[in-house]
């Protein structure tokens, strides 16, 4: 734990460095990011639904707030840490971060959270035109929350990156698990509020994944964006939060000691 | 910087090492695929097998082996990369598998010309990471870039995209990402694979300068016998994962192949039978050639110049090659210690 807090202190070049990696692939870096529009596609099925009135209060403008913000949690929380760990670990690239002296992790982190800026210049004139197209989503908007907001999204990152993390270290045992992570992802979409609403969801369904992992990685900072929690839920929300993403990190954690042990530099 | 473990004279200390690695094994086509979905086999394949050996501070080591014999993976062990499955490693005073930031900050690893560079970047970004995450300060850092700079002649080479260098640039540029923290052991496999003969001679010359400058010691694999013999004044030779020598190059020559192939040339004739009193000659394609034990060869030639006044003659060693191919060839259970 020493070494890891002393790792931190080389954050910032880490950081300039996985910055230069993403100029290098902005062009690939802009199609990533134009890629990730499903929020837009439910946003444009949300909108037909809700045009003969409202669907459990959330009319057209409220639905427009939520998938605006949707986009943007996802664009600012999203980790791709799970690709890099599985290819590196099956063909022995990580040997190289291996030899190292800091954590592994915090050279991914870093080449992912280097991507935002990238990712902002996208998605600025996305959520304006979503504006321009339902000017009505303004007045559910509360500038109030956006410092809340941006805090949850930070542990959502941190709960995306740990849960990739967790998933890419299963390739020290099974060698390929994106098939593993692609189950996971389908079981978000569902549960986090990434294709439906919380408030709209059955309230069975609404009931169980409130207390899921999932909403933890995008529910809430959404929730807390678009005005959807009181501020009396929004402690408890982020406590919760901060208690998946701790969950998380331990479990990621331990696999990737453990995973350590089996790995066998392949290639390399 | 000494680490306060280190108590004896030996930077590189392994007892016993072994390492086992399960291999799954898949039957061939579709049915083959199915079946293994259902119940896999598993091999093990002892890759190094009770492997002992220590080395001294300073000390250039060459570590042979055909391919598969266990060298590299003895280089991972050592360096952190590979847990063992059994035995004792110690490198200045470190268990490796452990990858003490103090201990990965003491060693090198350099493998293939792909290892520490990134790719898309020129290799100056790299030597800028490793500044940062090794915590050189800036003063260390432009010395030694410089130092890399001179002896590796890397010129304008460390602002090009790593993906737009040669094989032989990418090499030196990787060993000088490699070397930038100045680690006391550095650990080469197959430094020179893929170089021509210049670059091959380049990066030679380059180890053997490091090595004299800071005291590093030096363990290193190469199919290149030239790189052995230009480096190494020792050998751990291991085959099928077991130590089969320990010890001095020339030793091993000497025992190997004692015997030397004296060639001669004369304007005039000299018959087979006149030249049996010297030792067993042969023609071969051009030249008149004789294979003598090493003992006998200077009294031969001694004689064949006194007598015979316009003789132009050499004397040829075994290569290192064929001295190396005859002690695979010897099999298993004839582990020799050249270290007395």
Not at chain 2, 14 to 34: A, I
Not at chain 2, 203 to 229: K, P
Not at chain 2, 288 to 294: I, L
Request: net charge neutral; glycine share 8%.
């Amino acid at each position: 734990m020493k070494h890891f807090f002393r790792s931190l202190r080389e954050f910032p070049a880490l950081l300039n460095v996985g910055a230069a990696s993403m100029v290098a692939y902005r062009a690939e870096m802009v199609l990533w990011i134009l890629s990730a529009t499903l929020p837009l596609i439910m946003l444009a099925v949300w909108d037909r639904v809700a045009m003969d009135g409202p669907v459990r209060g959330f009319d057209q403008g409220k639905f427009a707030l939520y998938f605006a913000a949707t986009l943007i949690v996802r664009q600012l929380s999203g980790a791709w840490v799970v690709w890099e760990l599985n290819h590196q670990i099956r063909t022995g690239g990580l040997s190289s971060a291996l030899l190292r002296p800091v954590f592994p992790g915090l050279w991914f982190a870093a080449e992912n959270l280097a991507a935002i800026p990238i990712r902002l210049v996208i998605l600025v004139p996305i959520v304006l035109l979503i504006w321009w197209w339902r000017p009505e989503l303004a007045s559910n908007f509360d500038a109030i929350y956006v410092p809340i907001a941006l805090i949850s999204t930070l542990f959502a990152w941190l709960g995306n990156f740990c849960i990739q993390w967790l998933f890419g270290s299963f390739a020290f045992w099974l060698g390929q698990t994106l098939g593993l992570y692609n189950l996971w992802f389908g079981i978000w979409a569902l549960f986090s509020g990434y294709l439906i609403p919380f408030a709209v969801m059955p309230e069975s369904m609404a009931d169980v994944a409130r207390w899921l992992p999932f909403r933890a990685l995008l529910g809430t900072p959404v929730d807390v964006f678009s005005n959807r929690l009181p501020w009396s839920n929004v402690v408890f929300e982020l406590g919760l939060q901060l208690f998946w993403v701790t969950t998380l990190g331990l479990l990621a954690s331990f696999v990737w000691r453990m995973g350590l042990r089996r790995y066998e530099a392949f290639g390399s | 910087m000494d680490c306060p473990t280190c108590v004896d004279k030996h930077v590189i200390r392994v007892e016993n090492l072994c390492k086992t690695y399960r291999v799954p094994q898949k039957p061939p086509g579709l049915v083959g695929s199915l079946r293994s979905l259902f119940s896999r086999e598993v091999q093990q394949v002892h890759a190094v097998q009770n492997v002992t050996f220590e080395i001294q501070p300073g000390e250039r080591v060459g570590f042979l082996g055909p391919n598969g014999a266990g060298k590299t993976t003895t280089l991972k062990m050592l360096s952190g990369l590979l847990v063992p499955t059994s035995g004792q490693i110690n490198v200045r005073g470190f268990r490796p598998s452990d990858r003490d930031p103090d201990f990965l900050r003491r060693i090198t690893l350099v493998m293939g010309q792909k290892q520490q560079l990134l790719w898309d970047l020129p290799p100056y970004e790299s030597l800028e990471l490793n500044r940062a995450l090794y915590a050189i300060s800036r003063a260390q850092f432009q010395e030694t870039v410089g130092q890399l700079r001179d002896l590796l002649d890397l010129g304008a080479l460390l602002d090009r995209p790593v993906r737009n260098l040669s094989l032989g640039e990418r090499m030196k540029c990787e060993l000088a990402v490699a070397l930038l923290h100045r680690p006391d052991v550095l650990f080469l496999d197959e430094p020179t694979i893929g170089l021509d003969v210049t670059m091959q001679a380049t990066v030679r010359t380059f180890i053997a300068e490091w090595n004299q400058r800071y005291g590093v010691t030096v363990l290193l694999t190469s199919h290149y016998m030239q790189d052995i013999a230009a480096l190494c004044n020792r050998v751990i030779v291991i085959d099928g994962g077991k130590l089969v020598y320990d010890g001095d190059l020339g030793a091993l020559a000497r025992n190997i192949a004692p015997h030397r192939r004296i060639l001669l040339r004369s304007h005039t004739e000299m018959t087979l039978d006149a030249l049996s009193a010297y030792g067993p000659f042969v023609r071969e394609g051009g030249s008149t050639v004789a294979s003598v034990h090493a003992s006998v060869v200077n009294s031969i030639v001694n004689r064949l110049l006194v007598d015979i006044p316009d003789i132009e003659l050499s004397v040829e060693d075994a290569s290192l090659e064929s001295i190396i191919a005859r002690l695979f060839q010897r099999g298993e259970g004839e582990t020799r210690n050249g270290r007395q």
